[in-house]
């Protein structure tokens, strides 16, 4: 059974930095892709950034570009995401997702594996 965990949110100061993390078990991960995504209260989810488990090729949204840095560590079976520079339209709910497939997806309906959720509050 795959497990997505989401840890790393938080309140912080428009200018911050903050690291989120995602514990991916149940299986292994190689041919898959990772993703985080994000929802904003009102708002439809949006894709952020996205990694391939093999390989490590990183791509991002436009949103994030420059700011965020995508990452995973094959021995801990985590995928990370650095968020520096924050601003308060970064606040959302962050998600951690998985699909199976080496293709680099931007659409929530393609990933099969979602994460519960954590919290990024980002005051002015």
């Known amino acids: 059974q795959v497990q997505l965990v989401e840890s790393g949110g938080g309140l912080v100061q428009a200018g911050g930095s903050l690291r989120l993390s995602c514990a991916a078990s149940?299986?292994?991960?190689?041919?898959?892709?990772m993703g985080w995504f994000r929802q904003a209260p009102g708002k439809e989810r949006e894709f952020v950034a996205g990694?391939?488990?093999?390989?490590?090729?990183?791509y991002y949204a436009d949103s994030g570009k420059g700011r965020f840095t995508i990452s995973r560590d094959n021995a801990k079976n985590t995928v990370y995401l650095q968020m520096n520079s924050l601003k308060p339209e970064d606040t959302a709910v962050y998600y951690c997702?998985?699909?199976?497939?080496?293709?680099?997806?931007?659409?929530?309906?393609?990933?099969?594996?979602w994460g519960q959720g954590t919290q990024v509050t980002v005051s002015s």
């Open positions: 149940g299986r292994t991960f190689s041919g898959f892709t």
């Open positions: 997702a998985a699909a199976g497939s080496i293709r680099l997806l931007t659409t929530a309906t393609k990933y099969d594996y």
């Open positions: 990694i391939r488990w093999s390989g490590g090729s990183t």
